[in-house]
């Protein structure tokens, strides 16, 4: 069984770096194929690809959010994580990671992150 | 970077009736290998998203047979025959071809 949870601060404020961890389950990030996305969604609105990692340490980021992203996992551990830096109130959202392969078949449920002074 | 164009749904639709949700890319999503990198997502409320059809046509484990996906490069049709109340969510298109992956905005489905 494929399963995912995310895990963040809650409540971070602007300037501040954003740090979520993806542990999973069920699979491992060194077979050939597979890659951990993480997509977000703020509240009522679509949702936003952020940030791709592959079983190859390939990396795929949205540029809209240029520089301030960086992804990455720890294989060992079935983890996967993520860094948003210089965050501001558009960031907040709920933070999903998901299982891609292809499509992204198996999500967590979500970690909810508010940024607020 | 690839834009996903989703149309919208005569809601409410009666239970029982089958509806069509479209989806367009602006750049063809089909690949040398010949797959077509178009997926489709339901999102119940108050859930997370779940996968419902990948390579445009192929329907992911445990999804219904009333889930059918079709289309050709660029124009993408889910269909969904015979609705039914654990339909209703918000269902949208996501390209798998090229980073940066994108989603459609989304097509809300209710049910009268």
């Known amino acids: 069984q494929v399963t995912l949870k995310e895990s963040g601060p809650g409540i971070l404020q602007p300037s501040q770096t954003l740090s979520l961890t993806c542990s999973f389950s069920g699979f491992s990030l060194s077979t050939s194929g597979i890659c951990v996305s993480w997509i977000r969604q703020p509240s009522g609105k679509g949702l936003e690809w952020l940030a791709t990692i592959c079983w190859e340490d390939s990396k795929g980021y949205n540029p809209s959010l240029k520089n301030r992203l960086t992804i990455s996992k720890d294989t060992s551990n079935n983890q996967a994580f993520l860094k948003i830096t210089s965050v501001d109130t558009a960031d907040t959202a709920i933070y999903y990671c998901?299982?891609?392969?292809?499509?992204?078949?198996?999500w967590g449920q979500g970690a909810s992150v508010t940024v607020s002074s | 970077d690839i834009v996903m164009t989703q149309g919208a749904l005569p809601n409410p639709v009666p239970s029982g009736e089958s509806v069509s949700i479209t989806c367009r890319s602006s750049k063809s999503l089909l690949y040398s290998d010949g797959k077509t990198y178009l997926n489709w997502y339901l999102q119940r409320p108050g859930q997370s998203p779940q996968l419902l059809i990948y390579?445009?046509?192929t329907r992911a484990s445990g999804v219904s047979d009333r889930f059918s996906g079709s289309g050709s490069g660029t124009d993408f049709t889910l269909k969904i025959s015979g609705v039914e109340a654990e339909d209703v969510g918000v269902y949208y298109c996501q390209q798998g071809l090229e980073f940066p992956l994108t989603f459609g905005s989304g097509t809300k489905l209710e049910i009268k």
């Open positions: 998901a299982r891609n392969l292809p499509g992204m078949d198996a």
């Open positions: 390579w445009m046509s």
